[in-house]
Nanobody
Framework: VQLQASGGGLVQAGDSLRLSCEAS???????LGWFRRAPGKEREHVST????????DYADSVKGRFTISRDNEKNTVYLQMNSLKPEDTATYYC????????????????????WGQGTLVTVSS
């Protein structure tokens, strides 16, 4: 499976964007996550959705503003980003973990073996 992220762009603070990450194969058995790397900073976890969509996890910085979802028929995971802030400016990466993923590990990059190429989101103030 390969991942292709898209949907990034330049927006103003308060705007919304929806990122998409399309897989080259079936994603039914994969837990899927979004990470981001801001300029000059380490990559950080943003959100994860379990393979069955039952559980979602979010970083505190995006809770209540971002929503992760998946469409297994389209082999795609989405990240709806609302009320964007300048501090959300980053390159966003989607990633996949085959099988279930314990909640205690969702933020660990090492758990995700498959990564997309990243899509840049820039939020101006």
């Amino acid at each position: 499976v390969q991942l292709q992220a898209s949907g990034g762009g330049l927006v103003q603070a308060g705007d919304s964007l929806r990122l998409s990450c399309e897989a080259s194969g079936r994603i039914t058995n994969y837990s899927l996550g979004w990470f981001r790397r801001a300029p000059g900073k380490e990559r950080e976890h943003v959100s994860t959705i379990t393979w069955n969509g039952v559980r979602t996890d979010y970083a505190d910085s995006v809770k209540g503003r971002f929503t992760i979802s998946r469409d297994n028929e389209k082999n795609t995971v989405y990240l709806q980003m609302n009320s964007l802030k300048p501090e959300d400016t980053a390159t966003y990466y989607c990633a996949a973990h085959r099988g279930p993923l314990s909640q205690i590990y969702v933020a660990n990059e090492e758990e995700y073996r498959i990564w997309g190429q990243g899509t840049l989101v820039t939020v101006s103030s």
